[in-house]
């Protein structure tokens, strides 16, 4: 099994930046691509970036694009969510997530892909 700590969460100004770690550890070689998803208070949960293991390939959801990036350390496995420009629209419980090789760019998004989740790390931006 593979296990997914989270950390960096906490509160921060609107404006500003903040960044998210995920360390893996058990089965890690099962890990092809790890992805961020957030949840706030009363909203759905939704994808937020992924990058996938060999290539580093990114992914970022439209709400997200220019402000947020992800990066992967392959020899670690671990991954960073860089999150710069912070909204309040941003506050919520970020969740890091891993997936298997069978995937592909058109379900990187969603959350069936994943096999393994992270307990979430709490981010909140004041106005």
């Known amino acids: 099994q593979v296990q997914l700590i989270e950390s960096g969460g906490r509160l921060v100004q609107a404006g500003e930046s903040l960044r998210l770690s995920c360390a893996a550890s058990?089965?890690?070689?099962?890990?092809?691509?790890m992805g961020w998803f957030r949840q706030a208070p009363g909203k759905e949960r939704e994808f937020v970036a992924a990058?996938?293991?060999?290539?580093?390939?990114?992914y970022y959801a439209d709400s997200v694009k220019g402000r947020f990036t992800i990066y992967r350390d392959a020899g670690k496995t671990t991954n960073d969510l860089q999150m710069d420009s912070l909204e309040p629209e941003d506050t919520a419980v970020y969740y890091c997530?891993?997936?298997?090789?069978?995937?592909?760019?058109?379900?990187?998004?969603?959350?069936?892909?994943?096999?393994?989740w992270g307990r979430g790390t709490q981010v909140t931006v004041s106005s």
């Open positions: 997530a891993s997936g298997g090789p069978n995937w592909i760019d058109e379900r990187i998004t969603e959350e069936n892909s994943y096999f393994t």
């Open positions: 058990g089965r890690t070689n099962n890990i092809y691509f």
């Open positions: 990058v996938s293991w060999t290539a580093a390939t990114t």
